[in-house]
């Protein structure tokens, strides 16, 4: 008979799927799953940092774990031993990628006997944000980055959008809300390194703000974003290295060592 799996991860979203055959030395890789939505947007002009804390007349916003790890594959276990029944229990923590995992299993009796069995399962929120920025970032650059927002609740949701950067080699200048020439002039005296916004957010759909960073030195950088609402939130981080100004070059010496020192 058909059986359901119910995996409750650790770090706060679930995954199922569906099997027929016990499992025994599972490997996990993941999949890209597309959830792509149209997209409705409503914009207001409020600017100000979001946090969890109660306004006059607005609902507490829920506080999210932030998503950090996100691997192609994150388990793998080459001798699991089955019970007199062939099944085996095995407990593992999901990353915090919200996709399709594969479980590819296959198991070995002791008279050679082998079996393959390949299933899917599912880890995903009601609310995802996703950070849509380059794989680094170089001194001096004025780069767009892009956070998107995707609504899985039953009903349309104002969403509290916000970019942090974790120190001052990135600085946020101001969002992108016309990609025209207008949007990468920038007033470097007034760079911020956290930024928010309230867009809406339909149910089932998907929303984006953009936002324009200016890079002003070498070394690595946390990008950190946040959507926040009194139902429930998300957030994701990721790290890029910012390079030097230039580019990499190979300079060859020749020449003579003389002496007892040589």
Request: glycine share 6%.
């Amino acid at each position: 008979k058909d059986k359901m799996v119910q995996e409750e991860a650790d770090n706060g979203f679930s995954g199922y799927a569906e099997t027929e055959k016990n499992e025994a030395s599972p490997a996990l890789d993941s999949k890209s799953a597309d959830r792509s939505k149209k997209k409705m947007i409503k914009e207001d002009g409020d600017e100000s940092l979001a946090d969890n804390r109660n306004g006059a007349g607005e609902k507490k916003l829920v506080e999210p774990k932030i998503r950090s790890y996100f691997p192609d594959t994150f388990f793998w276990s080459p001798n699991t031993i089955t019970d007199s029944q062939g099944k085996a229990t095995i407990k593992v923590k999901f990353p915090d990628s919200l996709t399709t995992w594969r479980v590819t299993t296959i198991a070995l009796s002791k008279n050679f006997e082998v079996g393959v069995e390949k299933i899917d399962i599912v880890t995903k929120k009601n609310l995802i944000v996703r950070l849509q920025a380059p794989r680094f970032f170089r001194e001096k650059d004025i780069v767009y980055i892009t956070g998107n927002v995707h609504n899985y609740l039953p009903t349309d949701k104002e969403v509290t959008v916000k970019l942090e950067i974790d120190n001052t080699n990135l600085g946020i200048s101001h969002f992108a809300d016309k990609p025209d020439k207008e949007t990468f002039s920038i007033n470097e005296n007034n760079m911020k390194n956290t930024l928010s916004k309230k867009i809406l957010v339909p149910q089932n759909g998907e929303a984006k703000v953009d936002f324009v960073l200016k890079v002003k030195k070498s070394g690595d950088v946390k990008l950190t974003l946040f959507g926040l609402t009194d139902e429930e939130s998300d957030a994701m981080e990721l790290k890029f290295p910012v390079l030097e100004y230039g580019s990499q070059k190979k300079i060859i010496k020749s020449g003579f060592l003389a002496g007892k020192d040589s």
